[in-house]
C-alpha cells in the first residue's frame, strides 16, 4: 500500500511559479511511475506530467518547457516544477503512483489546489 501526500499549492499570480511535492509513505523508487494529473473546475481529470522508474519524462504537450518532473528516490518525493503560470493552468493538482509491472495497481493523493490569478 502506498500513500501519497501533495502539498505545495497555492494563490500565485499569472507569470508565477510554485513547486509541487508528493511525498510517498512506501518506497516508490523502484517499480512505480510517478505522475501529476490535474482536474479543473468542470473538466475531466488531465495528465500534466509523468516519470518513470528509470528517470525517462513525459508531458502533456501544451505544458512541456513551462513544468518539469523530477524524482529523488531517496526521499521517495516527486515534484512538479511549474513556470510562467496562467490562469488556465487553475486545477486541483493530483499525484499518481502506478506500478510498472504485470499487476494493474495505482494510487492517488488527496490533490492540492493550485489558483492562478490574472
Known amino acids: 500500500q502506498v500513500q501519497l501526500v501533495e502539498s505545495g499549492g497555492g494563490l500565485v499570480q499569472a507569470g508565477g511559479s510554485l513547486i509541487l511535492s508528493c511525498a510517498a509513505s512506501?518506497?516508490?523508487?523502484?517499480?512505480?511511475?510517478m505522475g501529476w494529473y490535474r482536474q479543473a473546475p468542470g473538466k475531466q481529470r488531465e495528465l500534466v506530467a509523468l516519470i518513470n522508474s528509470g528517470g525517462s519524462t513525459n508531458y502533456a504537450g501544451s505544458l512541456k518547457g513551462r513544468f518539469t518532473i523530477s524524482r529523488d528516490n531517496a526521499k521517495n518525493t516527486v515534484y512538479l516544477q511549474m513556470n510562467s503560470l496562467k490562469p488556465e493552468d487553475t486545477a486541483v493538482y493530483y499525484c499518481n503512483a502506478r506500478f510498472e509491472g504485470a499487476i494493474w495497481m495505482q494510487y492517488w493523493g488527496q490533490g492540492t489546489q493550485v489558483t492562478v490569478s490574472s
Open positions: 512506501g518506497s516508490v523508487s523502484r517499480n512505480y511511475a
